[in-house]
């Protein structure tokens, strides 16, 4: 799933934005989210509800502490809650940033971003 080129709003293997990567990524190993909160996206929705995401987050997955393969990862990126990626094994992790193509990045580079980790449902036990 690298080399996506971002789009916002994006929800395809043509496009798509840190949200509807990790829709698709966590699709296509069987584990559903929405790819929405039923309200409208816009470009800087992180300005209008800084908490949209989390709250997002919270109502489907469980926080847990030290991220495995699956949690989804969500990053404080300057000064706001706006960014969010999923691991692929324990120290990488799969995500897409505006302007740039979908990649795996080391979990280490991005630690002072992490603000918290989520797991999905099925996979607590």
Not at 52 to 63: A, N, P, S, T
Not at 71 to 94: A, N, P, Q, S, T
Not at 103 to 119: D, E, H, P, S
Request: charged residues 30%; glycine residues 10%.
């Amino acid at each position: 799933m690298t080399g996506i080129p971002f789009k916002h709003n994006g929800r395809t293997r043509e496009g798509a934005d840190c949200l509807g990567l990790v829709y698709l990524y966590l699709k296509e190993n069987n584990l559903e989210i929405p790819d929405t909160d039923g309200r409208k996206i816009t470009a800087d929705w992180y300005n209008q509800d800084e908490q949209r995401l989390l709250k997002g987050l919270k109502k489907y997955m469980v926080e847990v502490g030290g991220p495995q393969k699956f949690d989804v990862l969500l990053f404080k990126m300057e000064g706001k809650l706006k960014h969010i990626g999923v691991m692929i094994d324990h120290h990488r992790f799969l995500h897409i940033r505006e302007g740039r193509k979908s990649t795996i990045t080391k979990l280490k580079g991005y630690n002072k971003y992490l603000a918290k980790v989520f797991r999905h449902r099925e996979l607590v036990e």
